[in-house]
């Protein structure tokens, strides 16, 4: 059974989006100022349980449309980083076989 995570977006002072991740299991709480710090911190807390996890996301009332469409689009970017590995490794992976489900 995945452990749950929570993602919690807020606003500082400032006006600057951070995400509080939290690992329920161990109740720890880390910060994370972007999503570079996300993406290492949810790595290390979800190591030590082989990755299977489930993120749960949720937003403060007070977050800034202005803070959520940055943190949106900086997470569509990351997504698009992620889908085009993917497509590389799945491109390798048919070159070595040298199967062609098209051909």
């Known amino acids: 059974m995945a452990v749950k995570f929570i993602s919690y977006v807020?606003?500082?002072?400032?006006?600057?989006?951070?995400i509080e991740l939290t690992d329920t299991l161990e109740e720890t709480t880390v910060v994370?100022?972007?999503l570079d710090e996300y993406k290492k911190n949810i790595e290390e807390l979800g190591s030590k349980y082989a990755a299977d996890i489930e993120v749960v996301w949720s937003k403060s009332k007070t977050?800034?449309?202005?803070?959520y469409?940055?943190?949106n689009d900086k997470m569509a970017e990351l997504q698009?980083?992620?889908?085009?590995e993917i497509?590389?490794?799945?491109?390798?992976?048919q070159d070595v076989s040298g199967f062609n489900p098209n051909g």
């Open 10 to 18: 807020d606003e500082d002072s400032f006006g600057n989006w951070f």
């Open 32 to 34: 994370c100022k972007n």
């Open 63 to 67: 977050l800034s449309p202005k803070s």
């Open 69 to 71: 469409q940055d943190l």
């Open 80 to 84: 698009k980083e992620y889908q085009d």
């Open 87 to 93: 497509d590389k490794i799945n491109e390798e992976k």
